[in-house]
Structure formats: structure tokens, C-alpha cells
């Protein structure tokens, strides 16, 4: 049987992708704590607080193509890590990226968020 608190980080993560998806920055932020941080992984900060955050996600959800599509999820503690490909509109063209995403969670919001990404490939079948 699953862990309640497990159940509840696993969901809020779920919520910030599929608002993600959808390119829903009202429901997306509802999922980030006011002072969540950003970083690229190890220690890159990217965004400070839910502003910046939110600043950062507009730009990202004007890309025609972004879409996060989840490989897999594991909870751990209070850490909830997704593996995802996710479609981009790169300077060069669209194409993916693998993106490893690991998110801290306390209570109902992400707290902190760092992400390990791969190196984008260029769609050639556009």
C-alpha cells in the first residue's frame, strides 16, 4: 500500500506536467512553493522564487511543440524523480531532449527542482 504523503508528492509532480503540457502557467504554478528554486543540476540556480519561475515557463510554453513525455517516475523520501523526452522549438528547429528531473516536495508544493539534460536532437523528419 502506497505511503499517503508518497501519494500526494507523486500528485503534485503529476500536476505540474500535465499543466506543463498543456501550457496552463496558472495551474503549473500552483504546484511551486513562493520561494522554490531552480536549478540546473548540480548547482546552476536558474530562478528564485515563484516569479521567476513563472517568468522562465511563459517564455518555454510560446514553443508550439513542448511536451514532456513521461518514461518513468520513482518517489523516494521526499523526492520525486521523473525521466522525461521532451519536444522543443530549438534556435535550430524543433527536435527532444532527455531530461532528468528531480524534484523536492514538502507538503503540497515543489520546493526545489534541479534538472540534468541530455543533448538536444535536431527532428530531422520535419
Known amino acids: 500500500m502506497e505511503n499517503t504523503a508518497q501519494t500526494v508528492m507523486e500528485q503534485v509532480v503529476k500536476k505540474q506536467l500535465d ?15 513562493d520561494d522554490a528554486l531552480y536549478y540546473e543540476f548540480p548547482d546552476t540556480l536558474l530562478a528564485s522564487g515563484a516569479a521567476a519561475i513563472r517568468e522562465r515557463h511563459l517564455v518555454r510554453f510560446q514553443e508550439p511543440n513542448l511536451f514532456g513525455k513521461l518514461i518513468s517516475r520513482t518517489v ?4 520525486v524523480v521523473d525521466f522525461e523526452l521532451v519536444s522543443r522549438t530549438f534556435p535550430d528547429g524543433p527536435g527532444y ?12 508544493k515543489i520546493t526545489k527542482a ?7 536532437i535536431r527532428d530531422t523528419a520535419t
Do not use: Q, R
Not at 534541479?114 to 538536444?120: D, E, L, N, R, S
Open 19 to 33: 499543466a506543463y503540457n498543456s501550457k496552463d502557467i496558472d495551474l503549473f504554478m500552483t504546484c511551486w512553493a
Open 114 to 120: 534541479w534538472f540534468v539534460m541530455g543533448t538536444p
Open 76 to 79: 523516494l523520501h521526499n523526492k
Open 97 to 108: 531532449i532527455d531530461a532528468l528531473c528531480i524534484y523536492e516536495v514538502a507538503g503540497d
